[in-house]
């Protein structure tokens, strides 16, 4: 097990982070650039996702994707764990098992988020504690290594619990994985959804319903989303005045870019790059008058 409070491996060519920390610290509500895999290692803990509690124990996993908006609150003296965060992009060149991936990506109603490794703990910590080396791990295969270990972990979470994870009749209503890349690749372009639903031969009704039952978000606001994800990195990364970035990640205009980024984060776009751009590291608060977080 790592020794001190916290521990972070070097970033991967493919951009994961994994840390693990055992600072005593609650966070306030916020979303991620990044799916994140959390594993409480040691205490107890209760995550507040989408406004609903989710008490979590040590060998217990959460999965979160860029919507889930969560906060923590500690339940005990001991807060011991590992997150892994995993850029979009990344996540989808990892894998292609259309199952495995719908753990972070469909989270709709009713999904249960925490997942309890039971007897099988021990094996999910020598999991951790190798993603956490193979980050650091000085070879050309380091990469292998790290996409090898986290479908073990996949794999193993399917067997646990299969109701996590969408089944094959699930993915055959509607290919909401090809949706999804669709989205995901042309979402700072104008969004049609009667369009997109002629395409797959549907209502508008019809898709919408449906991406919400899986997603958890309807279309709309898996894109609109998806530009404010951006516009956040674009702000933190880049030295774009605001109309740009507005104009970049697909907003009609300024007035509306600001509006919806206020709304969402709780402070203008200026104002948020001028609180977060000495710390680039995700999470990002919600709330302005705190500081980023540094970890879950």
């Not at 906060?71 to 259309?98: C, K, M, W």
């Not at 399917?158 to 290919?175: H, K, T």
């Not at 710390?279 to 540094?294: H, K, L, N, V, Y």
Request: aromatic share 10%; with cysteine; proline share 5%.
């Amino acid at each position: 097990m790592p020794r001190g409070k916290a521990r972070e491996g070097r970033r991967s060519a493919l951009a994961y982070r994994i840390v693990y920390s055992e600072k005593l610290e609650a966070h306030h509500a916020h979303t991620h650039i990044n799916y994140e895999v959390l594993y409480v290692r040691e205490g107890q803990v209760t995550m507040f996702i989408r406004n609903r509690p989710y008490p979590a124990q040590a060998g217990d996993l959460i999965f979160l994707n860029q919507f889930d908006e969560h906060s923590t609150r500690l339940s005990g003296q001991t807060y011991r764990r590992y997150y892994l965060l995993i850029p979009p992009n990344e996540l989808r060149a990892f894998h292609h098992d259309v199952r495995l991936l719908s753990v972070f990506r469909m989270h709709g109603a009713g999904f249960p988020y925490v997942l309890s490794t039971g007897e099988a703990k021990p094996r999910f910590d020598r999991y951790f504690e190798l993603l956490l080396g193979a980050a650091d791990w000085p070879s050309d295969y380091r990469d292998t290594r790290i996409e090898a270990l986290l479908t073990l972990l996949l794999t193993d979470a399917v067997s646990l619990r299969p109701d996590m994870f969408i089944s094959a009749d699930g993915m055959s209503i509607l290919p909401i994985r090809q949706i999804l890349e669709e989205l995901d690749t042309h979402f700072t372009e104008a969004f049609s959804l009667e369009e997109l639903a002629r395409r797959y031969h549907v209502s508008p009704g019809c898709l919408s319903a449906h991406f919400r039952a899986m997603v958890g978000v309807s279309p709309m606001q898996y894109i609109t989303q998806s530009r404010l994800t951006l516009a956040k990195h674009m702000l933190l990364n880049t030295e774009l005045p605001v109309n740009e970035i507005a104009r970049q990640c697909g907003f009609g205009d300024t007035s509306n870019f600001v509006r919806r980024f206020h709304r969402q984060f709780e402070c203008a776009p200026l104002h948020f790059r001028l609180q977060n751009r000495q710390s680039q590291t995700e999470p990002i608060a919600r709330d302005a008058g705190e500081e980023e977080e540094r970890d879950t």
